[in-house]
């Protein structure tokens, strides 16, 4: 069974589209969340802590912050 894959991202936010345009590119599918606009998401990830943007979810892991670039992408989903 696949991973859910999530990304919870705001508007106007560069390494958002970077990191979405990067899933795309790879022809990975996901969920995008609006935290301005879903207040569940966003109470989903006020409830781990996390105060940044994108944060990506694949299935119960949540990458942000300087962690999350296209290594620990890579990594993570298995792309090369």
């Given at each position: 069974m696949a991973r859910k894959?999530?990304?919870y991202s705001?508007?106007?936010c560069a390494p958002c589209e970077q990191l979405k345009g990067y899933l795309r590119a790879h022809d990975?599918?996901?969920e995008a969340?609006?935290?301005m606009m879903d207040e569940?998401?966003?109470a989903f990830i006020e409830?781990?802590?996390i105060r940044s943007?994108?944060?990506l979810q694949v299935g119960e892991q949540l990458i942000f912050g300087p962690e999350l670039?296209?290594?620990k992408v890579d990594e993570v989903l298995g792309l090369e």
């Open positions: 894959i999530i990304v705001t508007p106007l990975v599918e996901f969340k609006d935290l569940e998401a966003a409830s781990h802590n943007s994108p944060v670039g296209p290594e």
